[in-house]
């Protein structure tokens, strides 16, 4: 008897105080690698065509065909046919991760760097050993901030060679003084001792602690919704982590830094429409006028968002956003009226699964939904709603290219529309389609 009682008052003890337990966080620590300023600006150099390591951002000018390779430089493609696109060069940029192109200019990003490549010869018609004829002719230093480059992409690195899928990551900060940061190596290892609380329930009590979960981290040319780089007239604008710069560009070979603007925190794209900027940011959509003096953006106003990815494009009177959690999984699509910016208006709001880039045309809304595949909505705005109609899910109208080009092993990141042809950037290479109600692959690069 008197153990029967020991065992209720402990069962009704701990239904009043919760129920406790111990979890074991294992948590790797990474410190930088760095190299010298000097030996990642003496590595920009072209060569023979290569195998895509990373496909990143997408970029047309005319029959050529523009693809980073993330941190490690651009390819490019001759893309007159669209079935049998032809590898050009590689133009080897330490730390690229964005373009844009006016004339025979192709500006990029170096880590900290901004550098004008001469690509003239491409317009000459003979593209036999072009990598031999196309060189760096200017750069400008220290125009981007440092940046803890590809965390992401470190961790998932670090838990498939490790099988440590529940692991935590720290970093430690980046110090300019030692270098340019190039990647991450493990520094140490360790584990933390949690004492999680589970609350019972109750009527009117709250629940107990709950631990944080690390998971881990789009003349000129056209972009995609990803871009970082955008042109109006003879300006370029670029964004990083924080600033907007401005540089001037009349002069091709000799472009000027003329302004830097902060915008705030965690800004990821600009896109150029008319003579306003959309700049995408993590927390919301910003607005820029570049109308009067197209050297000094005029703040004009801001949509906000929950904090999430987001690029940004905009077709005539409407800008769409897709927003996507910071884990990766599920985000929303978000069409803005952007009719009277001053008063820019957030129609509706449609959950999605994994939307990345975006690309619009007429009234067709073609979404990267990473390793989801990739959806083609139909949308018209009306007087007092705004109207969203899914036409074709490639993962169900079309499961056998789905599986093709990689099922859910692959993700769909970016996308450009041309006329019927749609250039797709995906984890496993880039893939060119054919749109007629469905898709019809024409070629894949890789």
Same mark, same amino acid.
């Given at each position: 008897?008197?153990?029967?009682?020991?065992?209720?008052?402990?069962?009704?003890?701990?239904?009043?105080?919760?129920?406790?337990?111990?979890?074991?966080?294992?948590?790797?620590?990474?410190?930088?690698?760095?190299?010298?300023?000097?030996?990642?600006?003496?590595?920009?150099?072209?060569?023979?065509?290569?195998?895509?390591?990373?496909?990143?951002?997408?970029?047309?000018?005319?029959?050529?065909?523009?693809?980073?390779?993330?941190?490690?430089?651009?390819?490019?493609?001759?893309?007159?046919?669209?079935?049998?696109?032809?590898?050009? %060069?590689?133009?080897? #940029?330490?730390? &690229? @991760?964005?373009? +844009? /192109?006016?004339?025979?200019?192709?500006? =990029?990003?170096?880590?900290?760097?901004?550098?004008?490549?001469?690509?003239?010869?491409?317009?000459?018609?003979?593209?036999?050993?072009?990598?031999?004829?196309?060189?760096?002719?200017?750069?400008?230093?220290?125009?981007?901030?440092?940046?803890?480059?590809?965390?992401?992409?470190?961790?998932?690195?670090?838990?498939?060679?490790?099988?440590?899928?529940?692991?935590?990551?720290?970093?430690?900060?980046?110090?300019?003084?030692?270098?340019?940061?190039?990647?991450?190596?493990?520094?140490?290892?360790?584990?933390?001792?949690?004492?999680?609380?589970?609350?019972?329930?109750?009527?009117?009590?709250?629940?107990?602690?709950?631990?944080?979960?690390?998971?881990?981290?789009?003349?000129?040319?056209?972009?995609?919704?990803? %871009?970082?780089?955008? #042109?109006?007239? &003879? @300006?370029?604008? +670029? /964004?990083?982590?924080?600033?907007?710069? =401005?540089?001037?560009?009349?002069?091709?070979?000799?472009?000027?830094?003329?302004?830097?603007?902060?915008?705030?925190?965690?800004?990821?794209?600009?896109?150029?429409?008319?003579?306003?900027?959309?700049?995408?940011?993590?927390?919301?959509?910003?607005?820029?006028?570049?109308?009067?003096?197209?050297?000094?953006?005029?703040?004009?106003?801001?949509?906000?968002?929950?904090?999430?990815?987001?690029?940004?494009?905009?077709?005539?009177?409407?800008?769409?956003?897709?927003?996507?959690?910071?884990?990766?999984?599920?985000?929303?699509?978000?069409?803005?009226?952007?009719?009277?910016?001053?008063?820019?208006?957030?129609?509706?709001?449609?959950?999605?699964?994994?939307?990345?880039?975006?690309?619009?045309?007429?009234?067709?809304?073609?979404?990267?939904?990473?390793?989801?595949?990739?959806?083609?909505?139909?949308?018209?705005?009306?007087?007092?709603?705004?109207?969203?109609?899914?036409?074709?899910?490639?993962?169900?109208?079309?499961?056998?290219?789905?599986?093709?080009?990689?099922?859910?092993?692959?993700?769909?990141?970016?996308?450009?529309?041309?006329?019927?042809?749609?250039?797709?950037?995906?984890?496993?290479?880039?893939?060119?389609?054919?749109?007629?109600?469905?898709?019809?692959?024409?070629?894949?690069?890789?």
């Amino acid at each position: 008897m008197k153990i029967i009682k020991v065992l209720l008052l402990l069962i009704f003890f701990n239904a009043v105080n919760g129920f406790g337990a111990k979890i074991i966080n294992h948590i790797v620590v990474l410190t930088p690698i760095y190299k010298s300023y000097d030996s990642f600006r003496d590595e920009l150099g072209v060569f023979e065509p290569r195998e895509i390591k990373r496909p990143g951002k997408i970029y047309v000018k005319g029959d050529f065909l523009l693809i980073s390779d993330m941190g490690h430089g651009v390819h490019i493609i001759n893309n007159q046919n669209y079935k049998k696109p032809e590898k050009l %060069a590689f133009i080897k #940029i330490p730390g &690229n @991760y964005d373009m +844009a /192109v006016k004339d025979h200019m192709l500006y =990029v990003d170096s880590y900290v760097d901004f550098v004008a490549i001469d690509i003239s010869i491409l317009k000459k018609g003979n593209l036999k050993n072009v990598y031999r004829k196309i060189k760096e002719v200017n750069r400008i230093e220290n125009v981007f901030l440092h940046r803890a480059v590809d965390q992401g992409y470190w961790e998932n690195k670090y838990r498939k060679e490790h099988g440590c899928y529940d692991c935590s990551f720290e970093f430690d900060k980046i110090d300019p003084k030692k270098g340019i940061m190039t990647g991450w190596q493990v520094d140490r290892t360790k584990t933390e001792v949690l004492h999680v609380k589970y609350a019972a329930r109750s009527s009117g009590g709250s629940g107990g602690y709950t631990p944080k979960v690390n998971f881990g981290g789009s003349g000129q040319g056209q972009g995609g919704s990803m %871009a970082r780089f955008g #042109i109006y007239k &003879n @300006y370029l604008y +670029a /964004v990083d982590y924080k600033n907007m710069a =401005v540089f001037h560009i009349k002069d091709l070979s000799h472009p000027e830094k003329v302004n830097q603007i902060n915008i705030g925190r965690r800004i990821e794209t600009i896109f150029v429409h008319k003579c306003y900027l959309f700049i995408g940011s993590e927390d919301g959509m910003y607005l820029y006028d570049i109308c009067n003096d197209a050297k000094k953006p005029k703040f004009v106003n801001r949509v906000r968002h929950i904090r999430a990815r987001d690029p940004v494009v905009v077709n005539r009177n409407m800008a769409f956003v897709t927003i996507r959690n910071l884990n990766g999984f599920g985000g929303w699509f978000i069409p803005v009226d952007v009719t009277d910016l001053q008063n820019p208006k957030r129609l509706s709001s449609y959950g999605m699964l994994s939307p990345h880039g975006l690309g619009v045309q007429n009234d067709l809304i073609f979404i990267c939904q990473g390793r989801y595949g990739f959806d083609i909505y139909r949308y018209k705005k009306h007087p007092t709603y705004f109207e969203l109609n899914q036409i074709y899910d490639l993962r169900k109208n079309q499961k056998k290219l789905y599986r093709k080009l990689g099922g859910n092993k692959n993700s769909f990141y970016d996308v450009i529309l041309l006329k019927n042809f749609i250039i797709v950037s995906t984890q496993k290479g880039i893939f060119q389609f054919q749109y007629d109600n469905q898709l019809f692959l024409l070629s894949r690069i890789k």
